[in-house]
């Protein structure tokens, strides 16, 4: 009886990390018996050394399930509908507590000493390592190092950056697959935006967007598949009738459960940041504001209103750098320029404000409007979004997202523990100044950034097509979930291996997204 419950308990697991259904989990566990031993050892028995000695400690052992992000069930895993039959979405309405940003923090996350998600989750991929054959972990060694177990500088440097971040090296080859489906994106959108005669200032309608998703699929997955020589693709779902394998798919798929849940909690902030972007542009539009030159330049010196040469001449800056920009602000600097706007459009006794409905922007939150403004500014031109160019269009867009967080008062998850009651994405008044934005607030912040930048044409600040941006970018969403589930998630070990061999023969570092 109690093996029959321990066996249950042991399908139940591997069918939430495989994504499949339980019957398939027990035929899988039924026709490897010695790899069944192993996980039940691993998922079920494990008891690991202390935390000082990279071990799970007994009171979170049988708590990883909740915390690491290595499950994925089949329930949770939903077809997106669309031309693409592999398009998937994880279902927001049950991510709880499994989806987090904790492992992409910039800081140090002070847990308590019996619960630390990022050590549990490096304790639990040791574990299932040693229970492979000796053979199977030399043969797998490139994709089962530890990303801290790496001698080279960049990826030290990596885990300096996101000291949370530790993980199989196959979480490289993951984020190079999905470096490979935006280079095909940009690819087929760049000919796209040729065939229809686009300008530089019109953004790539949102109606496209199913069809690029599409194409950068297929290709994506082409690259990969791509040899010296014919391959056979293996997305089967089965595993070679050798020991370990069946522990490697396991491995493999907590590791593609990980992004996979990642890109779910990106996917929720795209979300949370629409309908924070919505709210703040209907305050705007309300006032009269529809372009960014407007909401730039009014309330400023007489001279810089619209009619005026130097308004024309400002106008002109929009597409120039920050520094041309600057020298044509005649010695006034651009915070300094950028405080103005915001004080004679939202201060205390702006009309503007009024009719907006915003509250008054006191000098308490103006401050953080600034200080968070420059942190969003360059981190969302360290973005596949923002790119490297830092423009009058990329800064005040950036302010602008930092604004719409200000009046909508959105809210993010706490990192440290997500189940938590959540955080406001702006300081709140009792906010002491070693306040800082937390992975959660950056991904907001240059989400918020990129729809209002690519939302809208030009200069102006719509509502309604922010709104269409964002559902139509679902698409992009559930292709890249596809590309990544059908390769890491259902292909074989022995195909996996052979990609990685091919990158390092081709002398091709893994590129991070």
């Not at 927001?92 to 989806?99: E, F, I, R, S, V």
């Not at 593609?256 to 979300?271: D, G, I, K, V």
């Not at 005026?308 to 320029?337: F, I, T």
Request: with cysteine.
């Amino acid at each position: 009886m109690e093996r029959n419950k321990q066996l249950s308990r042991l399908t139940n697991l591997v069918a939430d990390i495989l994504t499949v259904t339980k019957g398939k989990a027990k035929q899988l566990l039924e026709q490897h018996p010695q790899d069944a031993e192993g996980l039940y050892n691993a998922l079920i028995f494990a008891r690991g050394n202390s935390p000082e000695e990279g071990g799970m400690a007994d009171a979170v052992s049988q708590k990883w399930r909740g915390t690491t992000m290595a499950l994925l069930p089949a329930s949770d895993w939903i077809s997106h509908q669309g031309p693409n039959p592999d398009a998937f979405l994880v279902r927001q309405d049950t991510l709880g507590n499994h989806a987090s940003l904790r492992h992409v923090s910039l800081q140090t996350l002070d847990y308590r000493e019996s619960f630390d998600p990022a050590r549990d989750r490096v304790a639990l991929l040791k574990e299932l390592r040693s229970k492979l054959p000796a053979s199977v972990r030399a043969q797998f060694q490139s994709l089962l190092t530890l990303i801290s177990e790496a001698e080279t500088p960049f990826l030290k440097r990596r885990l300096a950056a996101y000291p949370h971040n530790d993980d199989l090296h196959l979480l490289l080859l993951i984020e190079n697959l999905e470096h490979l489906f935006n280079v095909r994106k940009h690819d087929a959108e760049r000919v796209l935006r040729r065939r229809h005669d686009y300008p530089d200032t019109v953004p790539t309608p949102p109606n496209h967007f199913v069809g690029l998703a599409n194409a950068a699929y297929k290709a994506a997955l082409a690259d990969f598949s791509q040899t010296d020589g014919p391959t056979t693709l293996d997305f089967s779902v089965t595993v070679q009738n050798e020991p370990g394998h069946l522990i490697l798919m396991v491995m493999f798929n907590i590791c593609a459960n990980r992004q996979l849940l990642e890109r779910a909690r990106q996917q929720a902030l795209t979300a949370t940041a629409g309908e924070a972007n919505g709210k703040f542009l209907d305050a705007l539009n309300r006032a009269g504001i529809h372009e960014l030159d407007t909401f730039e330049f009014s309330g400023r010196n007489p001279k810089w209103a619209p009619g005026h040469p130097r308004y024309a001449l400002y106008q002109n800056c929009a597409g120039a750098s920050l520094d041309d920009y600057e020298a044509a602000l005649d010695g006034m600097s651009l915070v300094d320029c950028t405080r103005a706007g915001l004080v004679a459009q939202f201060g205390p006794g702006s009309q503007w404000a009024k009719t907006a409905g915003c509250k008054p922007l006191l000098d308490y939150d103006l401050n953080w409007v600034m200080r968070l403004a420059e942190v969003n500014h360059e981190h969302f031109r360290g973005t596949r979004l923002g790119g490297r160019e830092a423009t009058y269009v990329t800064w005040h867009t950036a302010v602008m997202a930092v604004m719409a967080c200000w009046h909508s008062n959105p809210s993010v998850q706490k990192v440290h523990a997500p189940s938590e009651r959540q955080v406001r994405a702006f300081p709140a008044r009792n906010a002491g100044r070693e306040w800082s934005p937390t992975a959660e607030h950056l991904a907001l912040y240059a989400v918020m950034t990129g729809q209002l930048l690519f939302g809208n044409s030009g200069l102006t600040l719509r509502s309604d097509t922010v709104a269409e941006y964002v559902q139509a970018h679902v698409h992009i969403h559930a292709a890249t979930q596809g590309l990544i589930s059908k390769v890491f998630k259902q292909g074989s070990p022995r195909m996996l291996l052979a990609y990685s061999i091919r990158l390092s023969l081709a002398g091709r570092r893994p590129q991070p997204c």
